[in-house]
């Protein structure tokens, strides 16, 4: 369904795809308002851990959470997961920034590698923030490369998500993995491209310090592009039968028609790497449970608009916060005194630090540190 919020407005120097994209990569932020974050582990396989930066209200079982996802090759560092961590946590939200595997310098966690399309890690952190933790209301959304898995987990939990789940969000999302590489491929993008490929090889090689030989590192050479690297690496380990059926395989779009949950989709006609036409097909438009705006202009992950007091301007931010919060709001309070119920027979002194079954730890036990 294609709908309207409130309409983007770009900052008047930000009107090109390029320059939007550029500016909020690389235009420095400060978030003073949101506090320190916890560290919290988890352990996702017999192999695997992943860590989130968590921001915990008082009472946390008592107020919404929003679980936010990455783009490539970011973390929870990355300006618009914090950024969105401090307009949802203004709101009373509790706040989960998530890393994917190897990302935020966390190599030394996994045995394996990443990909796009890897829903199992945040489902399962969703799944021990309900059971662990009694949270009853959460939200998930994702940038990018989280964009496409955020809407790829709605769409494999079709009509029977978790009741605590009740909405996904998706910012500049690569629904459809192939076209999305594609138009990377484009001259115009040589400097998209160039950075993304630099911080696989970099990723790779700090793989190796602590899985030395797991990965034949001569390959790096050769490679040029992104689907360079997913045809060496990425396809090959997950077992996909080369970078095209890995792109096809991950992608959101083949699963999006299944989504049951409130999905807000936010979209550019100027974003450089990311096509709009995907999100037009009749798939997407023909789901009433998703919400597509597609705007004329904000690049990839930006939609920077004018600044005015207490507003940053970030508007995609807000956007997804408003939206949260219509499907939360309620659901906290009624599951409010079910979850006191738990935390009275539970309690837990320190709701982020207390050991609980070997998965809430204060720091990684799974594999050794460098």
């Known amino acids: 369904m294609i709908a309207a919020m409130d309409g983007f407005v770009p900052r008047p120097s930000l009107r090109s795809g390029h320059k939007m994209t550029l500016f909020s990569w690389g235009n420095p932020r400060y978030f003073p308002r949101l506090p320190v974050p916890t560290r919290r582990y988890f352990d996702v396989a017999h192999d695997a851990r992943v860590v989130a930066d968590c921001h915990w209200q008082p009472r946390p079982w008592t107020r919404p959470t ?50 796009s399309g890897l829903t199992a890690d945040a489902a399962h952190v969703i799944d021990e923030l309900i059971a662990v933790d009694g949270l009853s209301a959460l939200a998930v959304a994702g940038y990018s490369l989280g964009g496409n898995l ?9 009509d029977r998500a978790p009741r605590a789940v009740r909405a996904v969000a998706a910012v500049s999302p690569i629904i459809e993995i192939g076209e999305c ?13 160039w950075n993304f490929v630099r911080d696989l090889k970099r990723r790779m090689r700090r793989k190796d310090r602590f899985r030395p030989g797991l990965f034949d590192l001569k390959k790096l050479r050769d490679i040029r592009t992104v689907r360079e690297f997913d045809e060496a690496y990425t396809a090959p380990y997950f077992g996909f039968k ?25 979209a550019a006609e100027d974003d450089p ?98």
């Not at 590489?181 to 491209?193: C, F």
Request: with cysteine; aromatic share 8%.
């Open 150 to 158: 955020a809407l790829k987990l709605a769409g494999e939990y079709g």
């Open 242 to 266: 080369d970078a095209e059926d890995y792109y096809h395989r991950a992608s959101a779009m083949r699963i999006v028609d299944r989504i049951r949950l409130p999905a807000l989709v936010i």
């Open 273 to 370: 790497f990311v096509p709009s036409r995907p999100f037009r097909d009749p798939k997407v438009t023909g789901n009433p449970h998703v919400l597509l705006l597609i705007c004329e202009h904000g690049g990839h992950c930006g939609f920077v608009g004018p600044a005015a007091g207490d507003d940053d301007g970030y508007w995609a931010e807000r956007q997804i916060v408003e939206f949260v919060e219509r499907y939360t709001n309620s659901a906290t309070a009624e599951g409010a005194e079910n979850a006191a119920e738990l935390m009275a027979s539970e309690p837990l002194a320190s709701f982020a630090e207390t050991p609980a079954g070997g998965a809430r730890t204060q720091g990684p036990s799974l594999l050794p540190r460098a």
């Open 181 to 193: 590489v594609t138009a990377l491929e484009r001259p115009a993008n040589l400097l998209y491209q």
């Open 66 to 115: 929003l679980v936010a996802l990455h783009g490539l090759n970011g973390s929870s560092e990355a300006h618009y997961m914090r950024g969105l961590a401090a307009k949802a946590f203004a709101r009373g939200m509790n706040v989960v920034r998530l890393n994917q595997r190897n990302c935020g310098d966390t190599e030394r966690l996994s045995a394996g590698l990443f990909h």
